[in-house]
Structures are given as structure tokens and as C-alpha cells.
């Protein structure tokens, strides 16, 4: 509450998603300091599987885990990457089915402006 929220749903063995990941982790570096909240989770996946991604492929921003996949399908049914916008009372504004760039700088001032502007 409070926040905007980008929430990514991913899979290790999706390239979209990974090629995705270092965009995301760029637009949560450069809005660290706004009231917004960056998190994935990653779907249906064991958590050595992720643990070892994760290792390799430090990012910042909180990484979850649902392994059965149950709690995300309704979210990220029509395929992985999905990513939601929430406003700060936690409703969805907005989301995007399939891989796209995060850190481009129209993105990210659309991000700041949202952080600024929503009660």
C-alpha cells in the first residue's frame, strides 16, 4: 500500500523473461528512491532451480517464488513474461503479456510521473 507496484511473473527457463530482467533491475535502480515497488515472482518453478539463476544473475529488487503455479495462474495464465502495474491502493492500472524494455527513459519517467501523481 503506498506504492506503485510492477510485479513480473517469470520463469529461469524463459528466455523472454530472462532477457527482460536486466531492464526491470535498471528501472528499479533508477526509481529506488520514489514510492515504488518492484518484485517478481517466479512461476512453477523448484527453488534450487531459481536459487541457482539467482546466483548468477544477482538483481536487486525482491524475488519470489510460487512452485506449484497455482497461486499465479490467474495472473500470468496467458503466458510468461506478465507483468502488472498496480496503483498504490494495490488495483491493477495495467499490464503487459510478453517480454518488452523497462529501463528506456520514457518508461522510467512514466513510472516516476505515476509515483508522483497517484494519490
Known amino acids: 500500500a503506498g506504492k506503485v507496484t510492477i510485479l513480473n511473473f517469470w520463469a529461469t527457463w ?5 532477457a527482460e530482467m536486466p531492464s526491470i533491475q535498471s528501472l528499479y535502480a533508477a526509481t529506488r528512491d520514489l514510492p515504488i515497488e518492484v518484485m ?5 518453478e ?9 546466483s548468477s544473475n544477482p538483481y536487486g529488487f525482491p524475488m519470489y517464488l510460487d512452485e506449484s ?8 495464465g496467458r503466458g510468461i ?4 502495474v498496480l496503483d498504490k491502493q494495490g488495483r491493477a492500472i495495467a499490464a ?4 518488452r524494455s523497462y529501463d528506456g ?3 522510467v ?3 516516476k510521473e505515476l509515483a508522483e501523481r497517484l494519490p
Open 109 to 111: 519517467t512514466l513510472f
Open 81 to 84: 513474461p506478465t507483468t502488472f
Open 40 to 44: 517478481a515472482i517466479s512461476v512453477a
Open 96 to 99: 503487459v503479456i510478453g517480454a
Open 69 to 76: 503455479g497455482d497461486a499465479s495462474a490467474p495472473f500470468a
Open 46 to 54: 523448484k527453488p534450487a532451480v531459481v536459487r541457482e539463476f539467482l
Open 14 to 18: 524463459c528466455p523472454p523473461c530472462r
Open 105 to 107: 527513459p520514457e518508461v
